[in-house]
């Protein structure tokens, strides 16, 4: 039990290195994206690999992939229905800004760091699902909305789906144990001392990333669509927990996945709608505090 608290508080710690360099000026917010691109497309997919190489994938466990796309499509449409008074524009940021959980930057390097490579696979299957949903449905639903124009927005979907080097890295892994493939040790040489930096280097990113600053008149609607997202993912984790027919450790990473962050790009997907960017990307840094302390805490408390 102190071995595992030692290890959150010490990812925590790095957390607090990078927001603590950002202030002493050793960067700045701008340098989160080259940190992100180091993240998103090298540490992150090598250590992915190295996860996936010696796993024998249980295909029961496929059901992970549906339930992330499942509850990104749940969360949405509650968004809309409650934000439908508030009219369009407002239910364009809610589908955009519901549902999307950041677990490739932040919630498998988070796992990884006091849980182990397996929970890498758990988490990873469940992101499929959850980067369909949230890049895919919500996105196309949210520029709908909000009134963008043109035919292109499923084809951008698409696009940045088949862009994004960690969904590429999962669907290929997902290829090779589903054909019981293994790749060549040398690769793995490679990918394991390269995916070793991934949970200081994704810590870190959150550190730099990190913003707590909104206009005082928009509190209320950042609380109102917080509390939504909370109540939803408190009633899914009790139910993740105490009804689906899974390994323990898979449970358990479900019930922590319901309080990883929103999603890195959602701000990005907001400001392309031309929605409230800066209560986003508020929202966003809220989720995140909110992540670091209770996954663990939820660790501590059920394992």
């Not at 927001?19 to 997919?45: D, Q």
Request: proline share 5%; with cysteine; charged share 10%.
């Amino acid at each position: 039990m102190l071995e595992i608290a030692s290890r959150a508080v010490a990812l925590v710690a790095i957390v607090g290195i990078g927001l603590g360099i950002k202030r002493l000026g050793w960067v700045t917010k701008e340098h989160f994206p080259l940190f992100a691109k180091l993240v998103l497309g090298i540490t992150l997919p090598c250590a992915l690999v190295t996860s996936f190489n010696d796993y024998h994938l249980d295909r029961a466990l496929l059901g992970l992939t549906a339930l992330g796309l499942l509850l990104n499509i749940a969360q949405q449409g509650i968004g809309y229905l409650l934000a439908a008074r508030r009219g369009r524009k407002d239910q364009a940021f809610a589908v955009l800004n519901s549902g999307t959980y950041n677990i490739g930057a932040f919630a498998t390097p988070y796992l990884s760091g006091f849980m182990g490579p397996h929970a890498m696979i758990y988490s990873s299957l469940f992101d499929i699902g959850n980067a369909v949903g949230s890049a895919g449905v919500g996105y196309g639903w949210g520029m709908a909305l909000a009134g963008e124009p043109g035919a292109h927005r499923w084809r951008d979907t698409g696009r940045a789906l088949a862009s994004s080097p960690v969904f590429v890295t999962y669907m290929v892994l997902l290829s090779l144990k589903l054909l019981d493939l293994r790749l060549p040790d040398f690769l793995i040489t490679f990918t394991s001392t390269v995916g070793a930096a991934n949970p200081f280097l994704a810590m870190l990113m959150i550190g730099i990333g990190l913003e707590l600053r909104l206009h005082r008149e928009k509190y209320l609607a950042a609380v109102r669509h917080l509390a939504v997202r909370y109540a939803f993912s408190t009633v899914v984790a009790v139910a993740c927990w105490t009804l689906l027919p899974l390994p323990p450790e898979a449970r358990l990473v479900l019930v922590m996945l319901m309080f990883a962050p929103i999603a890195s790009m959602v701000p990005g997907f907001t400001s392309k709608a031309g929605l409230d960017v800066e209560l986003s990307a508020f929202m966003t840094s809220v989720t995140l505090v909110i992540g670091i302390v209770m996954m663990p805490i939820l660790y501590l408390a059920l394992v």
